[in-house]
Structure formats: C-alpha cells, structure tokens
C-alpha cells in the first residue's frame, strides 16, 4: 500500500511538471511577415558567412599543404644528413678494424722480438757458460797430464797448480 501510495504522488507531480513546462508559441501574422520580408537579408548574411567561412578553411590547407611541404624538405635533409653520418661510421668503423689488424700485427712482431732476444740472450749465456766449463775442463786435463803434485817438472819450477 505505501508503494502504492507513492507511485500516484510520483505520477501526479510528473502530470503537473509536463503541463507548466509546455509554453505556447505567441508567434502573430506580423512576426511571420516581417520573418519572411528579413529571409533574403539572412541569407546574403549566411551567404558572406559560408563565404568567410570558406576563405578561412583554404586559407589554413594552403598553410597546412605549405607546412607539410616544409616537413617533407626537412624529412629529406634529414634523411640526407643521416645517410651521410652513416656512410661516415662505416668508414670508421673500417678505419678503427683497420687499425686494430695493425695493433695485433706489431703486437705479435714485438712478442717476437722479445723471443728472439730471449734465444739469443740464452745463447750468449750458454755458450759464455760451455766456453768456462770446456777451459775448465782443459785445465783439469792438463794438470791430470801433467801429475798431480807437479813431480815432472819439479827441477824448473814449472809446476801446474790449479786455480
């Protein structure tokens, strides 16, 4: 019942709404006349409007088609000054390998160096080393030779003695 109760209060206050909302037109045979005899004057004034209107949008293509020419050259340039850059890192980039090939070719000549003076160094060594060890040598031979004690030559006074 309440819900009832509700929906026609609900209802009522819709009815009442609706019919004060609704105006009448309070348009005469004189407002139609004088609207009818001010159309032609309208339309010359939608006419230059539309024309203005008209001006305005070709004015801004013409600019928008001139900035997008304008992108288009500076797009170009671009792409250009890109290409160029680009050729320019391969070059060095060829140059850099270039070089590193040149860096590892005198590494290795330099490593070589140092071997071959290493060989020669130890040559030098081992043969300052055999020529000691063969007067050495020769030396023990000849006081073998010669006696031990120097009794050969005991009468000249030439006695072999070891060092």
Do not use: C
């Amino acid at each position: 019942m309440g819900w009832l109760r509700l929906l026609f209060t609900a209802m009522i206050l819709l009815i009442l709404t609706a019919a004060t909302a609704a105006e009448t037109a309070s348009a005469g045979v004189f407002d139609r006349i004088k609207d009818i005899y001010e159309t032609p004057d309208r339309i010359d004034e939608l006419r230059e409007s539309y024309d203005a209107s008209i001006k305005a949008v070709e004015g801004q293509l013409e600019e928008s088609r001139r900035q997008a020419e304008q992108m288009l050259q500076r797009q170009e340039q671009l792409e250009q000054s890109n290409e160029a850059y680009r050729s320019r890192n391969e070059a060095l980039a060829q140059e850099n390998e270039r070089l590193v090939a040149q860096m590892d070719e005198l590494e290795q000549s330099r490593q070589s160096l140092f071997r071959k003076a290493a060989v020669a160094a130890g040559a030098v060594v081992a043969l300052i080393a055999a020529y000691a060890l063969s007067v050495r040598i020769w030396r023990y031979l000849t006081w073998r030779r010669q006696g031990r004690d120097g009794s050969r030559h005991e009468g000249d006074g030439r006695g072999v003695t070891l060092p």
